[in-house]
């Protein structure tokens, strides 16, 4: 396609692409409020949905028919996921694998999904929300595994990697005597790296976006994790807790006949010598 429009030619994309996760969560929300039930293409909240669509903007311009989440695909998408309900006795439409998985989300965590699609909507109206492009692949797994979708989880991570933040709370941990240990696994980065891992460890929220809504962050919002238990908890929703996680790593290394390191005992306070 690229290549053709470098040649001259007019490329008209004739299909639209496949629904993403944060696509599907606001359409969701609008077949949930409907009582589980498809819209027409002439009810204001399709247009409504529509409008969103468009400015979420899940690919660029020119991967979009003209079509592209309009009033019809955007009243045809709810009921493809109204006719997947378990509930449901008629004829089901096509739809795809991925609206099974965000109705299912709905039915299995209700609150927690029409809080993402709320903050989702918002974000869109106010124009505070990134765009972030389907083919984009930084963090793509845990993204699309993230239970308020990829756009969410972006604005989650950024939280998170806030570097201000982050020295707020190593100084904290510091200053009470403790020791940037993982509070999941208890690696230790400057046991194990010397003085090139001193200071080193990173943040995570431990309140996700859809719940915690936008506002201040608190330090103890934060935890202390390694990369790998970081990467661990984002893989897949729900997301454990890192006391949950320090007991999943505890009973695997208990049956593999091994120990899981703590963190080390904060140093005494020194004292000047007589």
Known sequence: MIWLKREGFKVVVSRNPKWTRDELILACDVVVRNGWEGLAAEDPRI????????????????????????????????????THHPDYTG?????????????QDF???????????????????????????????????????APEGRVLYRRHRTRERNKGLRKKKIAAVLKAGGSL???????DFA??????????????????????????????DLALICSNC?????RSAPWPTPAELRNLVRRQTASAGTLLPGPRPAKAPETAAP
């Open 181 to 187: 240990a993982c509070e999941a696994c208890g690696f």
């Open 91 to 103: 004829k089901r439409t096509n739809g795809g694998r991925l609206d099974v998985v965000v109705l």
């Open 47 to 82: 247009a409504e949905l529509s409008a969103l669509l468009q400015a979420l903007a899940a690919y660029p311009e020119e991967e979009r028919a003209a079509t592209y989440r309009n009033r019809n695909g955007a009243a045809r998408k709810t009921y493809d996921i109204a």
């Open 107 to 145: 039915l299995d965590r209700p609150a927690e999904m029409a809080q993402a699609a709320q903050l989702l909507r918002e974000g869109l109206k106010a124009g505070t929300l990134e765009t972030v492009l389907a083919e984009d692949d930084d963090d793509a797994e845990d993204e699309a595994s």
């Open 230 to 234: 970081h990467r661990m908890i984002h």
């Open 191 to 220: 046991l194990v790296y010397g003085e090139r891992g001193e200071g080193y460890i990173e943040c995570h929220h431990v309140v996700p976006l859809h719940e915690a809504g936008e506002g201040t962050t608190k330090l103890s």
